[in-house]
């Protein structure tokens, strides 16, 4: 079973950047697509971002379509957020994913693995 380690949460305030990075236990971005969730108490888990394998395509929320972006690197198994501009309205629990071997649409039914989750706080 592979691992999902996220690291990079903190407390920023409004117009700040961070960056998220989620480091697998194994060699797996060669066959799945991955990506970020986010969560805030009381709500659902909602889709952020997601990345295919080979990098080449990215899917993004509206609500962060031109602040945040999603890479991958291979080598060292990790896929990154890159999160600028940040607003109040984006705190939560975000969440790395690993999605199943020939997933096209990036829904919560199609991960087979999570992170354990790191917590963004927004301040405004």
């Known amino acids: 079973q592979v691992q999902l380690v996220e690291s990079g949460g903190g407390l920023v305030q409004a117009g700040g950047s961070l960056r998220l990075s989620c480091a697998a236990s194994e060699r797996t971005f060669s066959s799945h697509g991955m990506g970020w969730f986010r969560q805030v108490p009381g709500k659902e888990r909602k889709f952020v971002a997601a990345i295919t394998w080979s990098g080449s395509s990215t899917f993004d929320a509206d609500s962060v379509k031109g602040r945040f972006t999603i890479s991958v690197d291979n080598a060292k198994n990790t896929v990154y957020l890159q999160m600028n501009s940040l607003k109040p309205e984006d705190t939560a629990a975000y969440y790395c994913?690993?999605?199943?071997?020939?997933?096209?649409?990036?829904?919560?039914?199609?991960?087979?693995?999570w992170g354990q989750g790191t917590q963004v706080t927004v301040s405004s």
């Open positions: 994913a690993r999605f199943m071997p020939g997933t096209y649409y990036y829904t919560l039914d199609r991960v087979d693995a």
